[in-house]
């Protein structure tokens, strides 16, 4: 599903080049759930938002479903992403303004989804997520878990093929982020929806299937799960 | 996907109040002072627009050639309009009349002094007034007759029909009321309250009757049958005075009705503008105070856009395209243009009256007019996009990854688009301000300057029914007032002191060049008229009772001048082929425009062409008392005419009216233009408090105190206001010079009005962002901090 190749990412400040990702080259599968580890400022991010093409590499490609991600402009890049790819920010990243049912309802809008059917895949969804009661609240009338758990839904109700999470848990306690890697290990098994997370906790990265350990820009060691177990 | 935006869009200014406000209140003042002016331009635009044939009907005007100059006049001969009417094929109508006089009508006990005109019966074809009664073939035909306005005819009539009744016309002439037309309506070039037919006039005046091709007094217009014939017809009026009388030096031009009012400058023969000029100022005014406005808007939102940034990213994310975002961000300043627009509304009503006021206009905000609705629409939506369109393009460029890690945007650049904003309204601002005091300075010094007679306290009367042409009643006339103690001199003129015209070519004199045509202003004056209006004699001496002063003239220093006598007295001059011996020079006054030089003038004595009795109050006496001994002297004489009486230095400042009205005007929209600066300064300053609030929390536990950061936050502000007025006075000097050079008597540019912008923009500012930022600089610092 998604193949990288060679992948560079720098930045150069009067000559000289300051490097974030170097020679970064793998390839996920659908319906892998994979965790990019690492300590900070190794590149996780920009490598999870160079996946969510939110920022382009400087160098090397990137095909996404067969798609040459590098190649295309931007029309086309949003087209893709507005119809695959759903994500989920450490810090929710809900909009202020709406309410619950709204910032849920809005990558639909975008995606021109007619009127009754966003109605009944927002409807859909809150349920799923038991927060039909909290639907007409704003964010901030919201605790941290259940903001994310919004976020989440917000990724979903788009049926994107694969979610790209940025620590969806690092501002949450323990039983919330528990209960969230749950629900993320529930979708990617019983939905094979592709997950790829980036997450400094290894109880965290245990939910998933594949273990990406970055190092100061470079891959160090790719694991399957099943290996380790 | 509109409904959400829409509902966000309000969520958002619901928020923010506080900016709502300033928004809203910028662009409603904005906006309301823009629909004010447009309605004054349109007004004006609008003039003499209303009769059905306005576009095939024109003015003839007159260009004479003098040795000196060509000089364009309005004024025509009486026999123009049936020449014109008979001999030029391709003539629909054509139409000599007076221009409006105020003159007595009455009806039993209602007498009033009202606006007549003598005209043709084509007259009423040509500007086709609304007929309410009566048949408009048959009006201004015979010669008892007389056509009024509705107006008029209720205030004689009240509720009577007027139709066939009699009324009075000057206490003498008994005429038939024929027919009742609508009331000339304000945007009228030609103003009148009734109209009497031209063989009234001709019955009365024995000059006019025998006119000629050498005097012009009329109006005559014409109305074509098609503009097609435009050219041939002009060609025609071309030549129409000199194949009329030999040796004429003038040539008819046709202008058009419809640019009458706005176009009524001529130099050289050719039109050169006129009052359409102010009317551009007006305009440009307009769109600037509107784009201050939208300046505002602009400021503030992308001040504010860090706050929104978030909002762009995380929409960014979830798949929303730029265009969508730039559609979002138009929305919500459309949206803020309307709610403006509804307080414009409020704005407009509360003052039109005012203006209407200062403008002697009847502008009105008509609503069920479709064009109205229009211009207040596309105005409202070219705000809101013109406001919107920078914030819409700046905030939708955010790049979501950048925006959603935190804050780094590169605020920077547009920091200093926000910078250059802040300074175009300032400049704008200032340049007003700038122009605002040299109106005045100029309207103060031609105020103040002398006009070569002392006009307070001097009173003129016009003479009307028994006292006109009949010297003997105005000796008695003089004797009574003198008597009453109210008056200490008393003296007669041949026109009022304020009053224009009466000018001749017809002065000779000794050494004159043969071909030289002067323009002399003529007047008679009755005996102790020096010593009445307060001048004085340079030499000789004045109309006097001891001397037969029939054959004798006075001239004023202007005269002298041009002829160039050394020694004037005693000196000969002919004034149409008759001869007149100079027996004094007296000082030159102001009569016309106190702008210009005085024309040269010569002042004879004939009792017979007097129109007004002019008087100096006692100052020892109560002036109420002594208008009212005054008003009884000559209703003894006139018991059935108002007495009408006028002080002169009153009608003197009527002169000033259209300066006088530039000022005010610049003085308000400069005010409001300063005022929506200053709330966007405001708005600005606040959010740049609040931004720095860690900042100021952390140099306020390093020790600042207060005044300290106030200094810090007011330093950018008043380095922007700077810049501004350091662009704005050259500006503004230009402009003023430009205005100013269109004046003979003018001030000279001081230092001291740019002097008066610099220092009140500073203040405005200082205040404003001081008292703006004085609460976020004044909390507990912990409080910003802990936040951390």
Redesign the interface.
């Known amino acids: 599903m998604i193949e990288l190749k060679n992948i560079e990412k720098y930045y150069a400040n009067k000559g000289v080049k300051s490097y974030i990702l170097r020679h970064v080259s793998t390839s996920i599968k659908q319906g892998e759930f994979v965790s990019i580890m690492g300590p900070s400022g190794a590149g996780k ?1 920009t490598l999870l ?1 160079i996946l ?1 093409m ?2 382009e590499p400087t160098y090397g490609a990137y095909e996404f479903m067969g798609e040459d991600v590098v190649s295309l402009n931007e ?1 086309k890049r ?1 087209e893709l ?2 119809n695959h790819i759903g ?1 989920v ?1 450490q ?1 929710y ?6 309410t619950v049912a ?1 910032n849920i ?3 639909l ?3 021109k989804v007619s009127s009754a059917e966003r109605k009944s895949r927002v409807a859909d969804v809150l349920d799923r997520f038991n927060m039909v009661a909290k639907k007409d609240l704003f964010p901030n009338q919201l605790s941290g878990g259940q903001q994310q758990l919004v976020g989440i839904a ?2 979903l109700v ?1 049926q994107p093929s694969i979610i790209l999470a940025d620590e969806p848990t690092g501002n949450l306690q323990s039983p919330q982020a528990l209960q969230i890697m749950e629900l993320f290990k529930k979708l990617n098994e019983e939905e094979n929806i592709t997950i790829i997370q980036v997450t400094h906790s290894e109880v965290n990265a245990a939910y998933g299937s594949r273990i990406l350990h970055l190092l100061d820009g470079v891959i160090k060691e790719d694991l399957s799960l099943q290996q380790v177990i | 996907m509109f409904r959400l935006n829409f509902k966000i869009a309000l969520r958002n200014l619901w928020k923010n109040k506080g900016y709502t406000l300033i928004n809203v209140g910028g662009l409603a003042i904005g906006l309301a002072s823009c629909m004010i002016l447009l309605l004054y331009v349109g007004y004006k635009w609008s003039y003499d627009k209303q009769f059905s044939n306005y576009e095939k009907t024109y003015v003839v005007y007159n260009n004479a050639f003098t040795s000196a100059k060509l000089e364009t006049w309005i004024w025509t001969p009486g026999l123009m309009a049936r020449e014109i009417k008979e001999k030029v094929p391709g003539i629909a109508y054509a139409s000599r009349s007076t221009f409006p006089e105020q003159r007595l009508i009455s009806h039993g006990q209602q007498r009033f002094k009202s606006a007549a005109i003598f005209a043709d019966a084509a007259f009423l074809k040509i500007l086709d007034f609304k007929m309410i009664r009566g048949n408009r073939d048959k009006v201004l035909q015979e010669l008892n007759s007389v056509v009024l306005t509705e107006g008029m005819a209720k205030r004689l009539f009240g509720m009577e029909d007027p139709i066939n009744k009699m009324v009075k016309f000057e206490n003498t002439e008994v005429l038939k009321v024929e027919a009742v037309i609508a009331d000339v309506p304000g945007n009228s070039s030609v103003q009148f309250d009734y109209l009497l037919p031209w063989a009234l006039l001709e019955k009365q005046n024995q000059i006019i009757r025998n006119s000629n091709w050498g005097m012009n007094f009329c109006l005559t217009l014409v109305q074509l049958k098609d503009n097609r014939f435009f050219g041939s017809v002009n060609q025609q009026l071309k030549g129409i005075y000199k194949r009329n009388e030999q040796g004429s030096n003038s040539e008819a031009f046709m202008h058009p009705l419809s640019k009458w009012h706005l176009y009524s400058t001529f130099e050289n023969g050719v039109s050169v503008g006129g009052k359409i000029d102010q009317i551009r100022i007006f305009f440009i005014l307009a769109f600037c105070i509107l784009l201050i406005a939208c300046v505002n808007f602009m400021n503030l939102s992308t001040a504010r856009s860090e706050k929104r940034a978030k909002e762009v990213g995380v929409r960014k994310a979830i798949g929303s395209s730029r265009k969508s975002l730039i559609s979002q961000f138009m929305l919500e300043s459309v949206l803020l243009s309307f709610l403006g627009m509804l307080v414009a509304f409020v704005l407009m009503e509360i003052s039109l009256p005012y203006f209407n006021g200062l403008l002697h206009t009847t502008l009105v905000i008509e609503y069920q007019n479709w064009k109205f609705w229009s211009v207040l629409l596309s105005l409202t939506f070219f705000t809101g996009f013109i406001a919107g369109s920078y914030p819409a393009f700046y905030l939708s460029s955010f790049e979501p990854v950048k925006v959603l890690k935190g804050f780094n945007i590169a605020v920077n650049s547009s920091l200093s688009v926000r910078k250059v904003l802040v300074v175009f309204q300032f400049v704008f601002a200032a340049c007003l301000m700038v122009c605002t005091a040299v109106i005045y300075q100029q309207l103060n010094y031609i105020k103040d300057k002398p006009v070569g007679y002392n006009k307070a306290g001097l009173m003129e009367v016009p003479l009307q029914g028994v006292l006109l042409k009949d010297p003997a009643k105005m000796q008695l006339l003089k004797e009574r007032l003198l008597k009453t103690g109210a008056v200490t001199e008393v003296t007669f003129f041949s026109k009022g002191m304020n009053e224009e015209g009466d000018a001749t070519f017809g002065v000779e004199w000794a050494g004159k060049k043969p071909k030289e045509d002067v323009l002399f202003n003529y007047r008679s004056s009755g005996y102790d008229f020096v010593k009445t209006i307060g001048t004085s004699v340079l030499a000789g001496r004045e109309f006097s009772a001891q001397f037969n002063d029939s054959a004798k003239v006075l001239i004023n220093e202007a005269a002298v001048k041009l002829m160039g006598f050394r020694q004037p007295i005693g000196a000969s001059l002919k004034l149409w082929g008759k001869s007149f011996t100079i027996i004094g020079v007296i000082k030159d006054f102001v009569m016309a425009s106190p702008y210009q030089r005085a024309a040269p003038m010569v002042v004879y004595y004939d009792m017979g062409i007097m129109t007004s009795a002019v008087a100096r109050l006692n100052p020892a006496q109560n002036v109420s008392s002594s208008v009212q001994k005054i008003d009884e002297v000559f209703k003894s004489f006139n018991p059935d005419f108002p007495v009408d009486r006028k002080f002169v230095d009153e009608v003197f400042k009527q002169k000033f009216d259209d300066e006088q009205l530039l000022g005010t005007l610049a003085n308000w929209f400069g005010g409001f233009a300063i005022f929506i600066s200053c709330l966007g300064l405001l708005g600005l300053a606040l959010f740049t408090a609040e931004q720095r609030k860690k900042e100021i929390g952390i140099r306020k536990v390093l020790g600042a105190s207060t005044a300290n950061i106030l200094a810090l936050l007011n330093k950018d502000f008043i380095k922007l206001v700077l810049i501004a007025n350091l662009i704005a006075c050259p500006l503004a000097y230009v402009v003023v010079y430009k205005w100013l050079s269109a004046y003979e008597f003018r001030v000279s540019i001081s230092v001291l009005p740019f002097a008066i912008a610099i220092f009140l923009s500073l203040i405005i500012a200082l205040i404003t962002v001081t008292a703006q930022s004085v609460r976020v600089v004044k909390s507990n610092p912990v409080d910003a901090l802990k936040y951390e």
Do not use: V
């Not at chain 1, 990243?93 to 709406?98: A, R």
């Open positions: 991010s938002n969510g939110l920022e029309r949003i992403y507005r994500f920010f810090a990243h809900l909009i202020d303004e709406m709204e309802e809005a990558p809008l975008y995606k917000r990724a788009a």
